[in-house]
C-alpha cells in the first residue's frame, strides 16, 4: 500500500504509479518527496530497491535524459579509469514529465560535507576536481558533434550583445584553443554528491555540448561554493571562512593543470556577471544580494 509521506499537492498519481510498478518490475510501496527547486521536484520510490523520479516542473523532461544517457553511456564505456559515478538510467515516462534513475545511497551533497565534516572534507573536494578533470577529458573526446561554443550560451550571448559586451569579447578572447574542453556548465557543488564510501556521483546533467575554456567549471564551481555557503550556512561561513577558501584550493589542485590565476580571476568575472543577470530572473532583490556578495569575495 503506498504511504503518503509527500506532500498532498505533489503526489504521484496512482495510476502513474501503477505503470512505474510495471515497468520497473517492482512494487513501490512508499513514495516521498526528496527535495524541491525551482526546476524540478525529486522523489524517492521505495520497493526491493529505492529509485530516484526526477519531475521537471516547466514541461518536458527529454533533453536532460537524453543528455544523461549520453553521458552515462560514455562513463560506461570508461569507467574502468573514472574515479566518478554517473546514476543508471530507467526510463523517461511517456508524457516526458519525470524520468527515474537509481538512487544514490546514503550520499551526501557536496554542499554540505564542509559544514559537516569540515577536515576531511578537504580531501573530498580535491578528488572532486580530479573527477572534473576526468569528465571533461573523457567528454571531450567523446562529444564531436554539435559543439556549442560557451559564446552563444544565451544569457553570456545577451552580455556580450549589451553594454558590457566589448569588455567580456576581450576575456574570452585571452583564452588560447588548448584551453578549450566540453565543460559541464552547470558544476555546482549541488550537482555533485559523495556516499559513505567517499564515491563521487555526479548528476543533472542539463547542457552537455557546451565547449569552453575549462576555467568556466571551475570558476563557477568555486563561485558558487562561496555564495551559496555565505547565504545557506552563515554562521558556519564567518566562522570558518579560511576553511571554504582551502576547499576551494584543494578543488583547484585536484583539478591539477597548471593554472593561470589571472585567467581564472578573469573568467570568474564573466561568471559573475552571467550569473547575476540570470538572477535577475528570480528577483531584483536576489540579484541584487549576489551582486553584492560578489562585491565581497
Ligand atoms: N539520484 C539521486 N539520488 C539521490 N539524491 C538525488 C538524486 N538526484 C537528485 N538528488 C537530490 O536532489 C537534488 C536536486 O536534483 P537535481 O537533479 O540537481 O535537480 P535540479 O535540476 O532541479 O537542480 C540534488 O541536489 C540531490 O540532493
Ligand atoms: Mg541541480
Redesign the pocket.
Known amino acids: 500500500m503506498l504511504q503518503t509521506g509527500y506532500r498532498a499537492n505533489k503526489m504521484i498519481q496512482t495510476q502513474q504509479l501503477d505503470a512505474i510498478r510495471q515497468r520497473l518490475a517492482d512494487d513501490i510501496e512508499h513514495a516521498e518527496l ?2 524541491e ?1 525551482s ?2 521536484n ?1 522523489y524517492l520510490l521505495t520497493g526491493r530497491q529505492k529509485y ?1 523520479l ?1 519531475e521537471n516542473k516547466n514541461g518536458s523532461i527529454r533533453t536532460e535524459y537524453d543528455n544523461h544517457q549520453r553521458i552515462f553511456d560514455i562513463w560506461s564505456r570508461h569507467k574502468e579509469t573514472a574515479e566518478f559515478h554517473v ?1 543508471k538510467l530507467y526510463f523517461l515516462s511517456d508524457d516526458e514529465s519525470f524520468y527515474i ?4 545511497t546514503e ?1 551526501i ?1 557536496l554542499k554540505n560535507v564542509l559544514p559537516m565534516q569540515s577536515e576531511k572534507a578537504l580531501d573530498i573536494y580535491n578528488r572532486t576536481g580530479r573527477c572534473l578533470r576526468q569528465y571533461h577529458e573523457m567528454m571531450t573526446e567523446e562529444i564531436v558533434d554539435h559543439r556549442m561554443d560557451i559564446q552563444n550560451h544565451p544569457p553570456i550571448a545577451q552580455l556580450i550583445a549589451g553594454k558590457n559586451g566589448k569588455r567580456l569579447k576581450e576575456i574570452l578572447s585571452k583564452f588560447d584553443a588548448e584551453c578549450y574542453q566540453i565543460i559541464f556548465k552547470d558544476f555546482t557543488f ?2 555533485v ?1 559523495v556516499d559513505t564510501k567517499n564515491k563521487v556521483y555526479l ?2 546533467f ?1 547542457k552537455i555540448e557546451y565547449y569552453a575554456p575549462f576555467y568556466y567549471d571551475l570558476a563557477r564551481f568555486i563561485d558558487t561554493l562561496k555564495v551559496f555557503t555565505i547565504l545557506e550556512h552563515p554562521m558556519f561561513a564567518i566562522r570558518r571562512w579560511p576553511l571554504i577558501k582551502k576547499a576551494a584550493e584543494r578543488f583547484i589542485e585536484g583539478y591539477g593543470k597548471p593554472m593561470d590565476q589571472t585567467l581564472l580571476q578573469s573568467m570568474q568575472s564573466l561568471h559573475r556577471k552571467e550569473h547575476v543577470s540570470e538572477k535577475y530572473r528570480k528577483g531584483l532583490l536576489k540579484a541584487m544580494t549576489l551582486k553584492l556578495l560578489y562585491t565581497f569575495l
Open positions: 526528496l527535495k527547486t526546476l524540478s525529486i530516484v526526477k546514476p534513475m537509481e538512487y544514490i550520499a551533497e549541488s550537482n554528491m548528476f543533472d542539463q
